[in-house]
């Protein structure tokens, strides 16, 4: 519950419901207690005032005419609300209506409000006699000769007024509140839906479908113009991006025919030389850079072609382990060439969903970068394990190592770190792996590892963008 208050919390239209509506609760809770103060004022002033009055009547009384003065006034009460008591000094009734001296009534001779027990005015009051006791304002007075005189007005009613008008408060405060939040949950739900459809369509078009945009609804609203501002930019994007690539890809395609004609007639002139002579060896030189010009267009239409692909051609379960068999094979005669330490750990894996040929060519480059760069007598490590979130492969070497500052540019075309540049290269082997795992959805990381490189690669499907 806490959980789903605070996400609908962060949609501003949930919060400005909910302000509202508390600025109205703010604004009733002011209202009604401003009512509730003046009817209250209102009310005692008008009932002490009467009691005041009532109190004057026994000035200058006393003895017999007082209990004959309280009997007569209780007599021509027609409303039954008027309390009167003469006790005697030790707090014996003498007349009127009450049974006991109040307890919470002080004989100061100041009004104040107190509890009381009379028949007939709380039979009056709605109130039975043997189920308590009523409300009533009234001030207590020792007389000269020792009694003690109580008068007052019954305020049971009024009271129950005031309690009405709290209640009233309290109740439409909640309701205004209640009504005001799930106006705003009801509100930001339709949002959270239209956020969700922009989310899941954003992560397909960071997932390579540029041909999508940003869906929008006939309301107009805010949404709906910066979805509108998104699309605009999305179109621009991949106008550029296509005229990019398709000048990239052509100028690869085009060049490779003749370079590898060149490469041909090179090879054919050759032929016909001696071959310790200086003319041969100069060939030879060309033969070799026309060699690194091919593959470097043979990888640069080889991303082409992986970042082209659909993210479900050609997938299926793939066994892990059964990659590392074929890697360790391949590899091993390799490591053994440059005296490195090479091993292979594979723990049970589950197996993935991918393109199995496509991963087998991105792990390939993994293991194949670790040997070219690292040292004669230095070491490698494939290891396979399962992790909570799923599969994972790692690749650690104890070579020149990568600068932290340049782990995300190696991913990127022709990009060469500083300590790598020694070693020949051109710098699209991890772009062809970075193609490779973008289209499986896997995470490429690089972790620390002290010395040399270490590559992790979690073979699952990352939900979040």
Known sequence: MIALVRNHWRISTFRMAALFAIIIVIGNVGLLASIYWQMSYYLEHRVDKSIAGMAGNFSGTAGKDMARLVGDTLTYDSRKSDIVGLFAADGAAISGNLRTIPRDLAADGEIHRFSYTAPEQLAAAGISPNSGSGVARGLARRLPDGTLLVVGRDFTQLAEIDSIILRTLLVSGTVVLALGLSTGFALSMRSLRRINAIRD??????????????????????????????????????????????????????????????????????????????????????????????????????????????????FGMVELGDILVQLEELFEPMAEEKALIFAVQAEPAAPVEADRELLFEGFSNLVDNAIKFTPSGGSVTVRLSQSALGPRLDVIDSGCGIAPEERNSVLQRYFRGHRQRDVPGHGLGLSIVAAVMHLHGFALTFEESGTGTHVCVLCARQAEI
């Open 201 to 314: 369509t954003s992560r397909r078009i960071v997932s390579g479908e540029l041909s999508l945009r940003i869906p929008s609804s006939s309301d107009h609203d805010e949404l709906d113009l910066l979805a509108g501002i998104v699309n605009l930019m999305l179109d621009e994007i991949e106008r550029l991006l296509t005229e990019v690539k398709g000048v990239t890809d052509a100028v690869a395609h085009d060049l490779r025919t003749p370079l590898t004609r060149l490469r041909l007639l090179l090879q054919r002139t050759q032929s016909q030389l001696p071959a310790d002579s200086l003319a041969c060896t100069m060939l030879d030189e060309a033969m070799h850079e026309t060699d690194a010009l091919l593959v470097r267009f043979r990888a640069m239409l080889r991303i082409s072609e992986i970042e082209n692909l659909k993210r479900s051609a050609g």
